[in-house]
């Protein structure tokens, strides 16, 4: 099994509208998760982080986590074109110092 | 801005050369990562540092070795490139304070 598993895609999605992105991890000791973007051709950056269980939201995107179950998710609302991207999953172990490990990505694709 | 620099965009290297790759990063962050990026492996990680002259293994280290002698340069070395280490090369940096990591552009290296 791997480390983090996510659905490849491509994941395509009207513009407009809501965009979910999903993410299982198998390390249970897992306290911090993160959500970066990456355009084609580009370095990932940073969009969303979650550290407790529930949903954390940040203009246009919620982030869902879910230890018990170890499924970490990114909604994307009202998606535009400039969503695009691939968008990798990473849990890290501790807060702060982090030896990430990143999923493969989703590649989404918003269709205006 | 935080700025991670990387000393090539695109390299050719023939089998059994040795290859540097530059990173520099001018926030004074204590931590920096070296990662390769492959279609369908995602991003992996090299190796790391969390202080100068200190290095601790990642999840691929075979055929690489790093240097870390001054806070805000961090060089990979491939001893003795090989076709197989064709792949983007991503180096990142990280406050220690903080949990986001800052990518530089990446290097594409290509091994003939």
């Not at chain 1, 996510?6 to 999903?22: H, M, T």
């Not at chain 2, 202080?51 to 870390?68: A, C, F, L, N």
């Not at chain 2, 806070?71 to 197989?84: D, G, Q």
């Amino acid at each position: 099994q791997k480390e983090v598993e996510q659905n490849s895609g491509p994941l395509s999605v009207p513009e407009g509208a809501i965009a979910s992105l999903n993410c299982t991890y198998s390390d249970r000791g897992s306290q911090s998760f993160f959500w970066y973007r990456q355009y084609s051709g580009k370095s990932p950056e940073l969009i969303m982080s979650i550290y407790s269980n529930g949903d954390k939201e940040d203009g246009r995107f919620t982030a869902q986590l879910n230890k018990a179950s170890q499924y970490v998710s990114l909604l994307i609302r009202d998606s535009q074109p400039s969503d695009s991207a691939t968008y990798l999953c990473a849990p890290g172990a501790n807060f702060g110092n982090e030896k990430l490990t990143f999923g493969t990505g989703t590649r989404l694709t918003i269709i205006p | 801005d935080v700025k991670v620099t990387q000393s090539s965009r695109y390299l050719v290297k023939r089998t059994g050369e040795k290859v540097f790759l530059e990173c520099v990063q001018d926030m004074d962050h204590e931590n920096m990562f070296w990662y390769r990026q492959d279609p369908g492996l995602g991003l992996r990680l090299i190796y790391f540092s969390y202080d100068v002259k200190m290095k601790e293994k990642g999840d691929i280290p075979e055929g690489y070795s790093v240097s870390r002698e001054k806070k805000e340069r961090f060089s990979l070395i491939l001893e003795s490139a090989s076709t197989n280490q064709t792949s983007m090369y991503l180096c990142a940096s990280l406050p220690g304070d903080s949990y986001e990591q800052y990518f530089g552009p990446g290097t594409r290296l290509t091994v003939t």
